[in-house]
């Protein structure tokens, strides 16, 4: 289906209209405005009738009254399907990503060496001995998958957090604490209601969705709009909280926080030109990395394979992070290179040059999140049960140390 679409040549997302975008009266049927416009014109006929031409130009209105009621539902039909299939369709992969699936990444780079821990603990026992995570209550409270960061626990997040703030805005991005809950054409626009729709909260009463990554009103943030990219890309960093259902699941990570229904996360968001799309994924990298060293913890970095993207990202980087009790690397962080495709569903353009409007490329990365804490907690630990901060978040915690309570 791809392969057809963008075998026209040029840009390979051209054939992505935005969303709502139809099919109109195309294809040998006429449009409902084609016909709602000869209704009107016989409306307007009949005022003028004789008394005698009247009633049969009352029947022809009458006609044409039932056929505007049949092309609105013929294209209200066709939009429908033509959304559908347009959503259907994912981003163009770029050059060079991996082939294969979820096990076919390529290792880029690895950095630090695993430190040698004798029977480790892993991060929930460290926090619940340390009273910084609380599952029992989070699940009497709010169902599995919940918890509360208590104490030192919440000041080592908010700690964490604050320190990717700085970064960011260091770096050129400005802070945004953005919406949680989005209309469904922004949550469809970003892709996120394709393959994986059962991972999304969604509140019927109000047509609304709950956002799993502030990367969504993010990129509904300048939908519709063109931007003056003349001085550059535009960076924004998002901090929020995410709700994820963590649909089929089950069994996977159910204990601790590794895979949760609700963490606080700030991620970054790119708007750049198409051609300056891969120099910004490699800056988002770039940071990622330094969140990473701040934080001290071993790390790889990993080229996603194809058939692991999803529908929005043309290339994706992870960066995992060791985990001792696990031995092995889990994904901390990943950074998405879109491309045109969510500003192109979205409508998000830009003037080139010559003043033409074109549609502009969007690029995400986290960096930090709750299960930031899952690495630090589990690479930090002492003998004694103690876990050691790292000393980029002394400050924000106030302790250099986790002692057992």
């Not at 009738?49 to 009352?58: I, N, S």
């Not at 985990?323 to 901390?332: D, H, N």
């Amino acid at each position: 289906m791809r392969a057809a679409c963008w075998a026209r040549g040029g840009d390979p997302g051209g054939c992505q209209p935005r969303v709502g975008a139809g099919p109109g009266g195309r294809g040998g049927r006429p449009s409902a405005a084609n016909v709602r416009a000869d209704q009107t014109a016989a409306s307007k006929i009949v005022g003028k009738a004789t008394p005698e031409e009247r009633p049969a130009l009352l029947k022809q209105a009458k006609d044409l009254a039932e056929q505007v009621k049949a092309a609105e539902a013929a294209q209200a039909e066709a939009e429908s399907a033509f959304t559908a299939a347009h959503m259907a369709i994912g981003n163009v992969i770029i050059d060079g990503v991996p082939a294969g699936g979820e096990d076919d990444f390529v290792v880029l780079d690895t950095v630090g060496e695993p430190r040698a821990i004798e029977n480790p603990k892993d991060h929930l026992e460290l926090g619940e001995a340390l009273g910084l995570i609380d599952m029992e209550r989070g699940a009497k409270v709010s169902g599995s998958r919940f918890y509360f960061l208590t104490g030192l626990g919440a000041l080592l997040q908010l700690g964490l957090l604050q320190l990717a703030t700085q970064v960011a805005v260091r770096n050129g991005f400005t802070l945004m604490i953005p919406p949680v809950l989005v209309r469904p054409e922004v949550m469809a626009g970003t892709g996120f209601l394709g393959a994986h729709a059962d991972e999304v909260y969604r509140l019927e009463a109000d047509d609304l969705y709950l956002v799993g990554t502030s990367e969504v009103p993010l990129a509904g943030y300048h939908s519709g709009e063109i931007l003056d990219l003349s001085d550059g890309p535009k960076r924004y960093a998002g901090w929020s909280s995410c709700f994820r259902r963590e649909a089929g699941s089950y069994g996977k990570d159910t204990r601790g926080i590794i895979r949760v229904h609700q963490f606080d996360k700030v991620e970054g968001f790119v708007y750049c030109k198409p051609e300056d799309a891969e120099a910004e994924h490699q800056k988002l990298l770039g940071w990622q990395r330094e969140m990473l060293a701040a934080i001290e913890v071993p790390y790889r970095v990993i080229d996603v394979a194809a058939g692991d993207l999803g529908s929005s990202a043309a290339r994706k980087y992870d960066c995992e992070a060791w985990v001792p009790t696990q031995q092995t690397y889990r994904e901390l962080t990943s950074t998405s290179n879109c491309t045109t495709f969510q500003a192109r569903r979205l409508s998000t353009r830009y003037r080139d040059e010559n003043g033409k409007p074109q549609i502009a490329a969007t690029l995400n990365g986290t960096l930090a999140t709750t299960r930031w804490l899952v690495a630090i907690l589990e690479n930090h630990q002492q003998p004694d049960g103690s876990v050691r901060v790292p000393d980029a978040l002394v400050s924000f915690v106030g302790t250099p140390v986790l002692e057992p309570r």
